[in-house]
């Protein structure tokens, strides 16, 4: 009896297993992103930008940070929405941290054209704040469908375009590089808190000189995967803090130290 029960479990297992595998649509299994920290983002190509120019994708690079978001320039709601949540972290945050730092829009949609980039740029850019004056910090861009695949795949970034529905099924994150092209953090989700974001531009800055506070600020925080977002550490919290004390009572014994002399 039991032997019996033991084989209609593993029966019924098996069956509901090979279920859900035949279940799972192509646009989950083919839009996960890979994440590629520490690599370096191919950007030995040419894409075009909203103004209808060829521009080289390594022009933006040795400036400063760089945020890259993949989006295509038709899409009926999502990509408006990551664009808006980034938007809204970025204008949170004080302009001195924003300096130097290049957003990069670019459509992975082989159908957009100069006209739908213009569009999308037109309906965006203006609600980012200008920093100094500056607001040519935001490129919009689109290309060749192969051009635009190899970027993705540097960076991990998978898309699927769903023929049936004629739209395109993608992940929704941003993707943060340092002046030099390697990638340093990824950012998920459709809205994106401007500590995280601060915190993300702190990290891209590595290869530049960065304050004494924001090294602190990345000693003491770390990227949590499960919390898409930044968390303190008690650990390293708890080290700085030790460390700030001993420095203190060092400073202490040698003020006493001083007015015992006198």
């Known amino acids: 009896m039991l032997l019996n029960v033991i084989i209609s479990f593993f029966l019924l297992l098996t069956t509901f297993s090979s279920f859900s595998a035949e279940r799972i649509p192509d646009e989950f299994v083919n839009t996960s992103i890979i994440e590629k920290l520490g690599d370096s983002v191919l950007l030995d190509y040419e894409l075009t930008n909203s103004k209808g120019e060829l521009v080289a994708l390594s022009t933006y690079l040795n400036q400063g940070p760089v945020i890259l978001n993949f989006a295509y320039f038709t899409c009926p709601r999502l990509c408006h929405l990551i664009v808006d949540g980034m938007v809204n972290g970025l204008n949170l945050l004080p302009n001195k941290e924003l300096e130097n730092v290049q957003i990069l829009s670019i459509s992975f949609d082989h159908r957009d054209t100069l006209k739908t980039t213009q569009e999308f740029a037109m309906k965006h ?35 699927y375009f769903n023929e049936k ?15 030099s092209g390697l990638i340093t953090r990824y950012l998920y989700g459709i809205t994106f808190r401007s500590f995280d974001l601060s915190m993300s531009i702190t990290e891209s800055k590595k290869n530049n000189v960065i304050s004494t506070v924001e090294s602190l600020l ?30 203190m009572m060092i400073g202490l014994i040698y003020r006493l130290n001083k007015v015992k002399e006198r």
């Open 165 to 179: 529905s004629n739209q395109y099924a993608h992940s929704s994150a941003l993707i943060f590089l340092s002046p």
């Open 218 to 247: 990345l000693f003491c925080y770390n990227y949590d995967p499960n919390e898409q977002g930044y968390v303190l550490e008690a650990i390293k919290l708890m080290k700085l803090a030790g460390t700030v004390t001993i420095f």
């Open 125 to 159: 850019k203006h609600s980012l704040k200008s920093v100094n004056g500056n607001s040519d910090n935001w490129e919009f861009l689109f290309g060749p469908e192969e051009v635009v695949r190899k970027l993705a795949d540097s960076v991990g970034f998978r898309y």
